[in-house]
């Protein structure tokens, strides 16, 4: 935890509690804890930014993936497209409420409003403005982050269409492709978002604002 965002803040160790004085900046090193040798922060640079990248590219891959066929098949001569809308309203007519319910939280809804959140956070403060509620996005971003399981679903996904090849002719959609390169943006962005950045570029956006 972050007791202030002064140069030379007090940190508070995540495990033994530890209060120790926050070193002095340094590019790309690992700050660990005087007494139990934990990890207290990485500090890499440009950390806002590259979430903002991260978020930008994972919600155009988030959009085709939704709007797009997941996969297409061939039966008996006749073809069909499937798009994850599509299966959730299937499932949902199938009396399987609750299996469309639970894949519309983890793929549709969960990973969504985690984009929303980041870009909320991160796209003001890429122009030098600081954004209203910080410390409630935050713990809503805390509390959803666990329940966005795209890379549950593409398990499940790739398992059904090796099973599905024995019965019809599979041809891989957009979304499905678009899906892959949305767990691999989704990665890179969870890896690059720092709170500790974030608040100190918001620091630095109320010194900004108060000149």
Request: aromatic share 8%.
């Amino acid at each position: 935890m972050i007791v202030g965002m002064a140069p030379r803040a007090l940190l508070a160790c995540p495990d033994c509690d530890l209060l120790q004085r926050e070193p002095e900046p340094a590019d790309r090193t690992v700050v660990t804890c005087a007494r139990c040798g934990s990890v207290l922060y990485r500090d890499t640079p440009d950390t806002v930014d590259r979430t903002l990248a991260f978020a930008l590219g994972a919600s155009v891959l988030f959009i085709v993936a939704n709007a797009f066929p997941i996969v297409g098949m061939t039966i008996e001569g006749r073809s069909n497209t499937v798009s994850l809308p599509g299966a959730l309203v299937a499932l949902w007519h199938q009396d399987m409420q609750l299996v469309a319910g639970l894949v519309g939280l983890t793929t549709l809804l969960a990973p969504g409003l985690v984009l929303a959140a980041l870009l909320y956070l991160v796209l003001p403060l890429h122009f030098g403005r600081q954004p209203p509620g910080v410390p409630l996005i935050l713990r809503t971003l805390d509390s959803i982050q666990p329940w966005g399981l795209v890379e549950v679903f593409m398990l499940g996904l790739l398992v059904s269409l090796v099973k599905l090849e024995m019965y019809a002719k599979v041809v891989p959609g957009v979304a499905l492709w678009a899906f892959g390169a949305l767990l691999l943006v989704f990665t890179a962005m969870a890896a690059a978002f720092d709170p500790r950045s974030l608040w100190a570029r918001i620091g630095t956006a109320r010194s900004g604002a108060g000149r």
